[in-house]
């Protein structure tokens, strides 16, 4: 059961929003609806759901409704129309005290600008949420610093906000929501505001954190970049409705429209494809039962070379050539340990495209693709190359 | 001729009308002011008496020495409470300068405690806003001179009126401080306090008000300053202190214990604005 689910979730800023609700049923778009009423569509009809312990992201142009829809999510904005269940429950049906019990147990978040108190030490925010829960001192100091630390900032406990650097201080701010050990964590544009190579490494520590936590992060970007490093799945918003939901993959390689093109096409593809994405179906003889003459039969069979030599479970053993292959069989060779080649070219199964090039390019012969020691394809040249001509705008970006 | 349009009605008796509801809310809540009298009065000549009772000196000493801390370790301000004060005492103006104190704290005190609320109100409620920020208005710019006569109604003459008119004139830049204060919290931090599961309670005490703190100070420290300029004109219905030498000086066109008494209360203005200034701004460096 996913932890989040969204059905329909609309938001229309304005006094009269039943007006403008009928006309985006009648199909009108949202620049329409404000020429005619005056009224903003700032999340039109979005339906999606969120698995427990996913990096959601949620990414989209300035003014494509965005911040409106994680505000809804916790009903910091409420919703005009839709629902949104969590863990089941209905939030867009609950009092207001239910309501405060899920922003308190439940949903925790962190800002573009960090909305840190700057009146407190950063213990004191750290603890904030905990306070307002009432939770005892003692426990919620120790739950505190102990956020404070996953973030590396035990150090700083009676520091000021104002006296950090940015990153710092987001990490105050994640230090804060996590204190609380919510289910899920919504951040909007939490790391927009740092400069890119905090950035980064923000991005690096979050994915650290979730592996460990397990939480369920919804995350909004507008930057493609961070959506591809960080998604498990990424939605893509425009006009306030949601066009595509998908895979970082599946978002690349389809986008769902012009708008979603736009958007992918200046993103080096070279940095998000990986060996896997490339490889081929690998031809291989087996060490221990197949000698030179077998060797040479493949590669004949096939047009090749250059063969791929395994063991019984895989194991990459090396390669043998053609040339190899026929001067043994001449000299009547059966071992085929005797022609063998170590000096394998290899990448792993996750090495990023940009990292291939480099080993692809002195190579002679094919790039094993391997997984622990396993060959699980290979890599000619031109299927990098052909990969990369997918776009043209993205091989210009690449020949860069 | 045409000035006959303008007499289409006989004046209007607003004067008249007003007189009468004052006569019938002192009629009427005469239970309530002459107690209410009485116990401030007491409460009042309590802590005249406990001021008093402290020596000079010491007063000095102490008043110089806080100077000195609040205004960062630096020695004009004590240098010149040294002087100040004690020019007070030479001239022997001393017990007025007492009374004179305790009017201004209490009526800053009743102002800040009713202040507030209703500046909390208006920063919660358009409603409330739009309904109190003319009243307001309509508190500063009357003359000062015209509440005596409902604080005389009320509470006859003495301290007592004195501290109710100047409550009535120096309440109103709390109030706006106060909403203005709390209006100007950043919207995130409002956001921020929600998205953890605040109670609006919780949420004014633990980000509105202590983000609002300096703003709101502000506005205590412009009503410390009206209600001392109140004390002048709060000796006409007879409350003690500086005003009164200044008063009577006034009426006796005695040009030189008019300005001696002036200048004491100058003095006493400068001290008490440096102190509640300073205060802000110690917390604002923290
Ligand atoms: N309080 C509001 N009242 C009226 N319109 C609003 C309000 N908040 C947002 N909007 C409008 O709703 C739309 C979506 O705004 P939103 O802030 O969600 O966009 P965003 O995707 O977060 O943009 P950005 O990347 O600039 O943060 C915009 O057209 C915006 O003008
Ligand atoms: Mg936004």
Redesign the interface.
């Known amino acids: 059961m996913p932890i989040i689910e969204v059905k329909n979730l609309t938001k229309i800023f304005g006094k009269n929003p039943a007006q403008a609700l009928k006309l985006l049923d009648e199909g009108f778009s949202k620049h329409e609806i404000l020429q005619k009423t005056g009224h903003t569509v700032g999340v039109n009809r979005a339906s999606f759901s969120v698995e427990a312990g996913e990096i959601f992201v949620i990414m989209g142009l300035s003014g494509s409704g965005k911040s409106t829809l994680i505000r809804l999510l916790n009903r910091l904005i409420e919703p005009t129309k839709g629902s949104i269940f969590i863990d089941g429950d209905n939030l867009s049906k609950m009092d207001k005290k239910s309501l405060r019990e899920v922003r308190r147990k439940k949903i925790s978040m962190v800002f573009q600008r960090f909305a840190l108190f700057p009146h407190r030490t950063v213990l004191e925010n750290a603890e904030f949420g905990l306070e307002i829960q009432k939770v005892p001192k003692e426990e919620r100091r120790e739950k505190a610093i102990k956020a404070l630390e996953m973030v590396g900032l035990g150090q700083y406990l009676e520091q000021k906000p104002n006296q950090l650097s940015g990153g710092m201080q987001q990490r105050v701010g994640l230090a804060r929501a996590l204190a609380n050990d919510p289910e899920v964590l919504l951040m909007d544009e939490a790391f927009s505001a740092l400069d890119p190579l905090i950035r980064k490494e923000m991005q690096d520590e979050l994915l650290d954190l979730q592996g460990t936590m397990k939480k369920t992060i919804i995350f909004i970007t507008h930057d493609l970049d961070e959506a591809l490093r960080l998604g498990d799945r990424i939605a893509l918003m425009k006009d306030g409705s949601i066009v595509q939901i998908g895979t970082p993959e599946e978002i690349l390689m389809n986008p769902a429209n012009d708008y979603v093109e736009k958007f992918v096409e200046d993103v080096d593809r070279s940095k998000i494809l990986t060996a896997q994405h490339i490889m081929k179906r690998p031809e291989t003889i087996n060490i221990e039962k197949h000698g030179p003459r077998v060797a040479l039969e493949r590669m004949r069979e096939e047009g090749i070379s250059t063969i791929f030599v395994v063991d019984s479970k895989r194991n990459l053993k090396g390669y043998v050539t053609a040339d190899d292959a026929s001067e043994a069989r001449k000299k009547d060779v059966r071992d085929i340990e005797e022609i063998l080649r170590t000096n394998v070219p290899k990448v792993e199964k996750d090495t990023p495209m940009y990292d291939i090039f480099t080993v692809i390019h002195d190579s002679p012969i094919p790039v094993a693709v391997v997984e622990k020691e396993k060959l699980i394809g290979i890599i000619v040249r031109g299927s990098v190359i052909a990969a990369l001509a997918g776009e043209s705008e993205v091989s210009t970006n690449s020949a860069e | 001729m045409l000035n006959n349009v303008l007499d289409f009605v006989p004046k209007i008796p607003v004067a008249e009308k007003i007189k009468q509801f004052t006569d019938w809310v002192t009629n009427s809540f005469s239970f309530l002011f002459d107690p209410l009298k009485k116990y401030f009065e007491d409460l009042m000549e309590y802590v005249a008496d406990l001021l008093g009772a402290v020596p000079p000196v010491l007063v000095i000493l102490i008043v110089a020495v806080i100077a000195f801390f609040i205004s960062g370790k630096r020695f004009g301000l004590p240098a010149f409470s040294i002087v100040g004060l004690w020019f007070i005492y030479n001239q022997e103006l001393w017990d007025h300068l007492i009374n004179t104190f305790t009017l201004v704290l209490i009526a800053s005190l009743l102002s800040v405690i009713i202040g507030i609320p209703i500046g909390i109100l208006m920063s919660k409620s358009r409603t409330a806003e739009a309904m109190i920020t003319p009243i307001l208005d309509f508190m500063q710019t009357m003359p000062a001179f015209v509440y005596l006569i409902p604080a005389v109604a009320f509470f006859g003459i003495g301290m007592v009126p004195g501290v109710f008119a100047s409550l009535i004139f120096a309440t109103p830049p709390t109030v706006r401080f106060t909403n203005l204060g709390i209006r100007q919290v ?1 919207k ?2 409002i ?2 306090s ?6 609006a309670v ?1 949420k004014l005490f ?2 509105e008000l ?2 609002a ?1 300096a703003t709101i100070m502000a506005g205590i420290n412009q009503t410390v300053m009206l209600a001392l300029s109140m004390v002048v004109i709060a000796s006409m219905i007879g409350a003690p202190g500086l005003g009164r030498n200044v008063l009577s000086a006034l009426q006796r066109a005695q040009i030189g214990p008019g300005f001696v008494a002036g200048i004491g209360i100058v003095i006493l203005a400068i001290i008490i604005d440096r102190f509640t200034q300073s205060m802000n701004k110690k917390h604002d460096h ?1």
């Open positions: 950043p995130e931090l956001e921020a929600d998205a953890f599961g605040s109670t919780q633990k980000v202590p983000m703190r923290v």
